[in-house]
């Protein structure tokens, strides 16, 4: 059974970079046929896709793209996050999920399938 | 700033039927992009539920069932329980946006 886990700090001060780590069991995240994904819900609110990384790249939420780095380590089985110059407005549960293709085609979509228990990340001023 | 619209919430009694539109637009849903569907339960991480419109993954009750009908999509439950009293959320791809996308969630309620 495949198991993600996200680590890193829980308190990160205005202005800083924000790191996470997922660590992937039960599987492995190299090749070509999963994409690995961050998404936030910010304290009573929805979801938000921040970003995705997969063996040949990335793709960033247009909006977040400037601060916004993801990349895998395969020899460790983890993909990490790292979110700079941040604001008390990316405060949320940052949840790290993998993606799956069901089928091909060009308006066909990786679904969220398996996914993290999320960690709650604070930032202060 | 989703472009995913949903009710903020829907109630029902248990054995009742509810359903949850989510309404987007010509570069999303309407383009032809899939449809995901999860659930929350309060507390916890969301959980697949509905995948390219229609289909559930395993393990999933054949109670819960999606659909689309032009720039919307659907998800229906029937035989309401009280295990799924959750927040449910849709989820497609913005074209104009180039950005994965979710619904705005839709709370549901077992009276």
């Known amino acids: 059974q495949l198991q993600l886990q996200e680590s890193g700090p829980g308190l990160v001060k205005s202005s800083e970079t924000l790191s996470l780590t997922c660590t992937v069991s039960?599987?492995?995240?190299?090749?070509?046929?999963?994409?690995w994904g961050w998404i936030r819900q910010p304290p009573g609110k929805g979801l938000e896709w921040i970003g995705s990384v997969y063996y040949s790249g990335t793709f960033y939420k247009q909006s977040l793209k400037s601060r916004l780095t993801i990349s895998l380590d395969t020899s460790k089985n983890q993909f990490s996050l790292k979110l700079s110059s941040v604001t008390a407005a990316d405060t949320a549960v940052y949840y790290c999920?993998?993606?799956?293709?069901?089928?091909?085609?060009?308006?066909?979509?990786?679904?969220?399938?398996?996914w993290g228990q999320g960690i709650l990340v604070t930032v202060s001023s | 700033q989703s472009v995913l619209t949903q009710p903020p919430s829907v109630s029902g009694a248990p054995g009742q039927r509810v359903t949850i539109s989510c309404t987007g637009s010509?570069?999303?849903?309407?383009?032809?992009?899939?449809v995901h569907w999860y659930q929350q339960l309060p507390g916890t991480a969301p959980k697949l539920l509905i995948y390219g419109y229609t289909y559930r993954p395993s393990g999933v009750p054949d109670r819960f069932s999606g659909s689309k009908s032009g720039t919307s999509a659907s998800l229906a439950i029937t035989g309401l329980q009280a295990e799924d009293e959750a927040d449910y959320y849709c989820q497609s791809y913005d074209s104009s946006l180039s950005d994965y996308v979710f619904g705005t969630g839709t709370k549901v309620t077992v009276l």
């Open positions: 010509s570069s999303d849903i309407g383009a032809g992009y899939d």
């Open positions: 039960g599987g492995s995240i190299s090749g070509s046929s999963f994409y």
């Open positions: 999920a993998r993606q799956y293709y069901y089928g091909s085609g060009s308006y066909i979509l990786p679904s969220f399938d398996y």
